[in-house]
Structures are given as C-alpha cells and as structure tokens.
C-alpha cells in the first residue's frame, strides 16, 4: 500500500494488486472525486479510480481515503466503510456491510447492494455526511 498526499496534506491510499487493475476507466467519469464533510466543511480529493475503498485507516485493512482527520470514530465510520466502483460511465457505492451503515440522499443503503452516485449526491456513513462533487479537469 502506498499513500500519497492531496493538496490538504490527508493521506491517500492505493492497494497495490487490486483485481479491477486491468480495466480502464472511462473518459466519461470525474477524473477526481471532492467529498465535502458537511459536519466541518472540511474537503477530500480523490483521485478517480477503478475501486475507492473509504474508511478509517487501520494497520490491517486497506483503504484509499481515510476519514479519521474528520471524527470518523466518533461518527460511527467503520475502519472500510463504502466502496466506490467504476463501472463503465457509472460510478456505483456499495455499504461494506458496516454496523452504522450507509444512507444515500436519506435512504438507508442495503449492505452490498450497489447504487449510482451522482454529483450533489449526500453519502451519510455512520454519522458522517459526505458531500459528493464530481471534478473534471
């Protein structure tokens, strides 16, 4: 696992070996991600990928963006909470069957069902909303 950092200095994180590794993204997804946490008006850039793991890092288990910077274990964030997937022009989440679990614009998330994501979309893991931005540069 290798973490590089954003321009807020939070570190990212990349799973080498990731099986989604050998397709491409499409050109007409985001080229990056901008979650904002609507609890502190703090911003998370992700750089868009085939699979984005979120959660609160741990020693264990991989992630790509950690939450922790943002009261994610007081806000009942589980260490891999949502999983982000591109799939051809879609970008779909799936809750990691958490304990707090995961709503989308207010309605609960079935734990491994996937949904399509939208920018202006409201991720709320555990306690902690996430603003979605979709950023095309």
């Known amino acids: 696992m290798t973490a590089t950092p954003d321009q807020s200095g939070l570190a990212l994180y990349s799973r080498a070996g990731n099986s989604a590794s050998t397709r491409q993204l499409s050109s007409a997804l985001p080229t990056r991600l901008r979650f904002i946490v609507r609890e502190n008006g703090g911003t998370v850039d992700v750089p868009m990928a085939l699979e984005v793991i979120i959660g609160r890092r741990n020693s264990t288990l991989p992630i790509d963006v950690d939450l922790a910077p943002y009261e994610a274990a ?26 707090n679990g995961s709503c989308l614009n207010g309605v609960k998330m079935t734990p491994r069902h996937v949904y399509p994501i939208e920018h202006g979309d409201v991720l709320k893991l555990g306690r902690l909303h996430l603003i979605v931005q979709f950023v095309f540069d």
């Open 74 to 99: 007081e806000l009942g964030v589980s260490r891999q909470h949502i999983k982000l997937e591109a799939v051809e022009d879609r970008i779909l989440a799936s809750d990691l069957d958490t304990v």
